[in-house]
């Protein structure tokens, strides 16, 4: 069975910084990209940032560049998301996602499977 557990999320003020964690666990680690999506109340789901665990290549959606950062660590089967500068705007549900490493270029559309979901909100 696939499982993916978020931790991390919690509350923080405007400018502060936040990192998540997402332990993978019931697949192989290296055949995965893992990512992360999140959902703000009604608002669509988007894909925020994902990495290819073979390899280390990253993607980020627009609005996150140069303020988050995604990393893994393939020995503890771990990716991990540093945020930075977070606005009150990135509050929302963050939810870990892993889709195999040969759709990486969807990785910020698409999921194979999904963690239950760690909340962040940042307060102005």
């Known amino acids: 069975e696939v499982q993916l557990v978020e931790s991390g999320g919690g509350l923080v003020q405007a400018g502060g910084s936040l990192r998540l964690s997402c332990e993978a666990s019931g697949l192989t680690f290296d055949d995965y990209a893992i990512g992360w999506f999140r959902q703000a109340p009604g608002k669509e789901r988007e894909g925020v940032s994902c990495i290819s665990t073979s390899d280390g290549s990253t993607l980020y959606t627009d609005s996150v560049k140069g303020r988050f950062t995604i990393s893994s660590d393939n020995a503890k089967n771990t990716v991990y998301l540093q945020m930075n500068s977070l606005r009150p705007e990135d509050t929302a549900v963050y939810y870990c996602?892993?889709?195999?490493?040969?759709?990486?270029?969807?990785?910020?559309?698409?999921?194979?499977?999904r963690g239950q979901g760690t909340q962040v909100t940042v307060s102005s």
């Open positions: 996602a892993a889709v195999k490493s040969s759709l990486y270029s969807s990785c910020l559309y698409e999921y194979q499977y």
